[in-house]
């Protein structure tokens, strides 16, 4: 798969998936604009990607609680470089019952994990700002779209909404040679698992009960990343409005014995 010399956005860049796609695609000789909140990580990312790239790569903060933040860092990329897709990795996870729910922070889940999605697709797609007939979008959603958990009811919300929101902009854009799916992992190796698990997970049953809804084993973010990177190439090139899973033999969240209770 051929990366050399396009153009790519990455949200929620400096961590987990999507900094493992950022390195994939570095890799390959793509030209990266970093978007996240803490600009000394994207700093330092960008230092390490230019240690395994020769392509120079922009860095630019976003506030999902402000998301004209990123039509200015769009317009100030795409001015310079014509885009060929973008990947929102950005997410949220929030764990909240229905009784101890906090608007407060179901908004911020929600702006990130969606609109912020809306928000970039509109900028990277304006007129004149993609490359037309090889322009591919990827939104990381998750089989919590799928699936049932207590605790996760606005997570879960939030990325089959997601989900939703790629099938239709897939209609919408396919006439414009563009095309827009998603990748819909189980749990992944990232920190945010990690903190999902020790914190709300019982330490007693996390790793049978792991093997029982994962035969295949918990998922890498090089393994998202790698399906993120089919979807983006030629290969792909009549998959649109489309969600892969990534299930790894399971499917239903089902932990069980969960630390929430109603």
Same mark, same amino acid.
């Given at each position: 798969m051929d990366f050399k010399d396009k153009t790519y956005i990455i949200t929620g860049a400096t961590s987990g998936i999507g900094r493992c796609i950022a390195r994939t695609l570095a890799k390959k000789g793509a030209r990266l604009l970093?978007?996240?909140?803490?600009i000394k990580r994207l700093n330092s990312l960008k230092n390490e990607l230019s240690l395994i790239s020769q392509t120079s790569h922009n860095v630019a903060v976003f506030d999902s609680n402000n998301l004209d933040s990123i039509e200015s860092a769009v317009a100030e990329f795409a001015s310079?470089?014509?885009?060929?897709?973008?990947?929102h990795s950005a997410g949220a996870l929030n764990p909240m019952l229905l009784r101890d729910l906090n608007l407060a922070k179901m908004h911020e889940l929600i702006n990130i994990n969606l609109l912020t999605f809306f928000a970039l697709a509109?900028?990277?797609?304006?007129?004149?700002?993609?490359?037309?007939?090889?322009?591919?979008? @990827? =939104?990381? *959603?998750?089989?919590a779209a799928f699936g049932a958990e207590p605790g996760l009811s606005v997570y879960s919300a939030s990325k089959a909404a997601l989900n939703s929101a790629v099938r239709s902009l897939a209609k919408e854009y396919s006439k414009k040679g563009v095309r827009i799916n998603a990748v819909a992992p189980l749990f992944v190796n990232t920190p945010m698992y990690e903190s999902f698990t020790s914190e709300f997970i019982s330490q007693?049953?996390?790793?049978?009960?792991?093997?029982?809804?994962?035969?295949?084993?918990?998922?890498?973010?090089?393994? @998202? =990343?790698? *399906?993120?990177l089919f979807l983006l190439s030629s290969k792909a090139s009549r998959i649109?409005?489309?969600?892969?899973k990534i299930s790894s033999g399971g499917g239903d969240l089902g932990f069980g014995n969960s630390k929430f209770e109603c």
């Open positions: 970093l978007l996240g909140r803490d310079k470089f014509k885009l060929n897709g973008f990947i509109k900028s990277a797609l304006r007129h004149g700002r993609y490359a037309k007939s090889d322009t591919s979008i @990827v =939104a990381i *959603s998750s089989m007693e049953t996390q790793n049978e009960r792991l093997k029982e809804i994962m035969p295949l084993g918990l998922i890498e973010p090089k393994e @998202v =990343a790698d *399906s993120v649109t409005g489309e969600c892969l």
